[in-house]
């Protein structure tokens, strides 16, 4: 008969393979571990975890200040405090109780690694492309080798709702993360966004800044908006040039520009009230109306019903005279000579003069001057007046034509058809 003893546990430990921890910080180092059957009771003895290096000649490693988990629950989850470099290294637990338990577990060995200082945070994702509108979820997390004393997580810029929530991995460790939750929007596009965590290292605390993450965010155009060259009022059938800008990602595709005529939108022909759309793949952005001020120096000849007209007031100008009838006249007939001038304001007074030998006559005092033609009439002009000043047109001479030549030649055609008679009687 063969008897077999079967032992339920045996010596075994679970420990992570690596920590890594900054130079007079805290180290929480997560163990626990099993005993055969027959030394579980031996736990509740006297019993510490003490840390020992891997040499053929082991060390005991002197942690300061270290505290054990309750052994008792097989629990030997160990707390040091002021870490130096000293401390680094491969280093092996050992459970040591005041009874026959003594037991190295060289099956699972911690390299404990002491930096001068403690890691930037990492970001997640480390690159970003949305469109706006889409929700985006950053997480910013950092290693904490001492959960008692987590590290402080801050975000450059706070968009959203921030979570945060110490995670454990399944080596024992503890990961800090922090989410940073928000809806992507145009403003985002390209902006830096960073998270810095503050270590502590005894009554000390260590910054460190995450590399930027620069979101790349889609947007349709936002900010459109029209310039004018020149600005200002424009005199009417000058050139203007209008320049349609807008923000947009990706660049806008296509621009194009419409009349805004009572609530009607067309793409524009003639009108003051225009406005510009500017389109990419995302979607489309009008600008404000922008309106056209046309100035007009002469009411006369502003009629367009699209634009929208400023008059400018000046003095008159061109000034002209116009003759009814327009041909040669006969002597003592009535001409009637029509004095007109673009002005704004309208004219309020005209005169009329005549050229006496270079003596200025004034022979009239309103628009229309009927006078009898004569062979004495010598060149005669108008002026045109209003608020602003006045202005001349040039000097009209009259085609008169004298009766008295007009009677000798009829005289003398007369007296020809007489002589012309008389030598046909003779014969």
Not at 10 to 20: G, N, Y
Not at 43 to 55: F, I, N, R
Not at 305 to 321: A, H
């Amino acid at each position: 008969t063969v008897h077999v003893h079967l032992l339920l546990h045996s010596f075994s430990v679970a420990l992570p393979d690596e920590m890594e921890v900054w130079r007079g910080s805290c180290l929480t180092i997560p163990c626990s571990f099993t005993v055969q059957d027959q030394y579980r009771d031996n736990l509740k003895g006297q019993c510490a975890a003490v840390w020992e290096t891997t040499d053929y000649y082991p060390k005991t490693v002197a942690f300061t200040r270290a505290t054990n988990g309750n052994l008792t629950q097989n629990n030997c989850t160990t707390t040091v405090h002021d870490i130096t470099e000293q401390q680094a290294g491969k280093v092996f637990v050992r459970v040591q109780c005041d009874n026959a338990l003594k037991w190295t577990f060289k099956d699972k060995s911690l390299n404990i690694k002491v930096k001068e200082a403690p890691p930037a945070p990492a970001l997640a994702p480390p690159t970003l492309s949305v469109t706006e509108g889409q929700s985006v979820s950053l997480q910013c997390s950092t290693r904490v080798p001492c959960p008692s004393v987590p590290p402080a997580l801050t975000w450059s810029s706070v968009l959203g709702p921030i979570e945060e929530t110490l995670q454990q991995q399944q080596d024992g460790t503890f990961v800090k993360v922090s989410t940073l939750n928000f809806t992507a929007a145009p403003s985002h596009h390209d902006r830096d966004i960073s998270c810095s965590a503050a270590y502590n290292r005894g009554s000390d605390s260590v910054p460190q800044v995450s590399a930027p993450l620069r979101p790349s965010v889609k947007c349709r155009p936002t900010n459109t908006r029209v310039t004018v060259s020149p600005s200002g009022p424009v005199a009417e059938h000058t050139d203007v040039t209008l320049t349609c800008s807008s923000e947009a990602n990706p660049a806008v595709e296509l621009y194009g520009w419409y009349k805004d005529d009572g609530g009607a939108h067309a793409f524009i022909v003639n009108s003051s009230f225009i406005y510009c759309e500017a389109l990419n793949d995302v979607g489309t952005d009008r600008s404000a109306v922008t309106q056209l001020l046309i100035n007009c120096r002469f009411r006369a000849k502003c009629s367009s019903s699209n634009l929208f007209i400023s008059f400018v007031e000046d003095r008159p100008r061109n000034t002209r005279v116009t003759v009814q009838p327009q041909t040669s006249v006969r002597e003592h007939s009535h001409v009637s000579l029509t004095c007109s001038s673009d002005a704004s304001p309208a004219v309020q007074h005209y005169r009329w003069y005549k050229d006496d030998g270079g003596a200025l006559t004034v022979i009239g005092n309103s628009a229309v001057l009927t006078m009898n033609a004569s062979k004495d009439t010598t060149a005669v002009f108008c002026e045109a007046q209003n608020d602003l000043g006045t202005d001349n047109s040039t000097f009209i001479q009259l085609d008169v034509q004298c009766m008295c030549l007009y009677f000798l030649v009829i005289v003398q055609k007369q007296c020809q058809f007489k002589s012309d008679l008389m030598l046909l009687n003779d014969i």
